[in-house]
C-alpha cells in the first residue's frame, strides 16, 4: 500500500505564506493625508501590526512607516488601494 501526499507547487506556497512586510508611504496634504491613509489601514483590520507617523510643518510630503502581514499578492493588492488614494505619493516596500 501506498500514500500519495500532494504538495503545493514552490510558487503557490510563496504566494499564500502570511509574513509582516514594510512599507513606507509618503504622503501629500498634512495630517489630513496622513489620516486618510491611517483610516484606509483600519480597513485591512488586523493585519497592520505596527504604524509610525512623521508629519512635519511647512514641509511638502509626510512619511508613514507600517508593518502588515500579509502574503504577496495581497502586498501588490495594498499597494495598489493606497496609491489609489489622492493624498498618496508613492507607496514603498521597505
Not at 512623521?54 to 495581497?74: K, Q
Amino acid at each position: 500500500m501506498s500514500i500519495t501526499v500532494e504538495r503545493p507547487t514552490t510558487s503557490t506556497y510563496r504566494a499564500g505564506c502570511r509574513i509582516l512586510r514594510r512599507h513606507t508611504i509618503v504622503t501629500t496634504q498634512g495630517m489630513d493625508g496622513v489620516l486618510l491613509v491611517a483610516a484606509e489601514l483600519r480597513a485591512c483590520g488586523g493585519l497592520v501590526k505596527e504604524m509610525a507617523v512623521d508629519v512635519r510643518e511647512g514641509v511638502g510630503c509626510s512619511e508613514l512607516t507600517c508593518s502588515v502581514s500579509m502574503t504577496a499578492e495581497e502586498a501588490a493588492e495594498f499597494a495598489a488601494r493606497l496609491r489609489a488614494l489622492p493624498s498618496v505619493e508613492s507607496v514603498d516596500p521597505y
